[in-house]
């Protein structure tokens, strides 16, 4: 999922994108990273199916826009966390749904059900996702 991101970033011409491992150590540098960060794009599984979160909500800000890849929970508590601050986040609910129908379009050679789409999603995730 890194890469995907790293990908459409480049697509963009997102700027300068730094990616930071628990693996390689460079995790360390988040705090440093991310007070002139942008965006930050967490692509992790960490906070799936509980409360965690990769970052700590006192380095969250107004100016920082914030995407969580993980769907469930939707919003997960960096998200909701992340508002609280100001910040514009959202949850990969929403990234989810977008895959499914694109897909589902391209092998149905038709339009998907979107919003039947959504409301399933939304019915699995509980009934209160950002999809």
Known sequence: VSRAVQLALAKVDAGRVTVLRRSDGSLARLVGELAT????????????????????AELL???????????RPSPTRLVREARAAG?????G???LLGQAWRSLELWLAGPAPVEVMRAALDAELGGDSDA
């Open 87 to 91: 910040a514009s986040a959202e949850a």
């Open 37 to 56: 960060a942008d965006l930050l794009v967490n692509a992790t599984p960490v906070g799936t199916g509980s409360d965690e979160t990769p970052v700590p």
């Open 61 to 71: 800000r107004r100016d920082l826009a914030v995407l969580d890849l993980v769907y």
């Open 93 to 95: 609910a929403g990234i």
